[in-house]
């Protein structure tokens, strides 16, 4: 299965950008739909983001849309999360997995990487 390896988190202020990437170490991720995920403090873990193979088609939580954008570049075998616009209320550990299909938004597998941690000030 996918062992992701996610980067990219830090600490920045309301209306900045940050960008993640999610790797693997384990199978290529061009073999899966993948989606982002986040989880705050004391909150589930919940849906981010997903796209498809290709990249063509892709799917987001209303709380991101316009927002956020995933994209992915088989060729490096990468999966990105570019994030505009960030509010305090996307202060969260961000988790990419494989998932299930980009319109459910359910993660394939069980297991999931250290993530990223990804503060927004006000």
């Known amino acids: 299965q996918v062992q992701p390896v996610e980067s990219g988190g830090g600490l920045v202020q309301a209306g900045g950008s940050l960008a993640l990437s999610c790797t693997t170490s384990?199978?290529?991720?061009?073999?899966?739909?993948m989606g982002w995920f986040r989880q705050a403090p004391g909150k589930e873990r919940e849906f981010v983001a997903a796209?498809?193979?290709?990249?063509?088609?892709?799917n987001y939580a209303d709380a991101v849309k316009g927002r956020f954008t995933i994209s992915r570049d088989n060729a490096k075998d990468t999966v990105y999360l570019q994030m505009n616009g960030l509010r305090p209320e996307d202060t969260a550990v961000y988790y990419c997995?494989?998932?299930?299909?980009?319109?459910?938004?359910?993660?394939?597998?069980?297991?999931w990487g250290q993530g990223t941690q990804v503060t927004v000030s006000s």
């Open positions: 997995n494989a998932v299930t299909n980009i319109d459910s938004g359910k993660p394939r597998f069980s297991s």
């Open positions: 796209l498809s193979w290709s990249g063509a088609s892709t």
């Open positions: 384990g199978r290529t991720l061009k073999m899966y739909q």
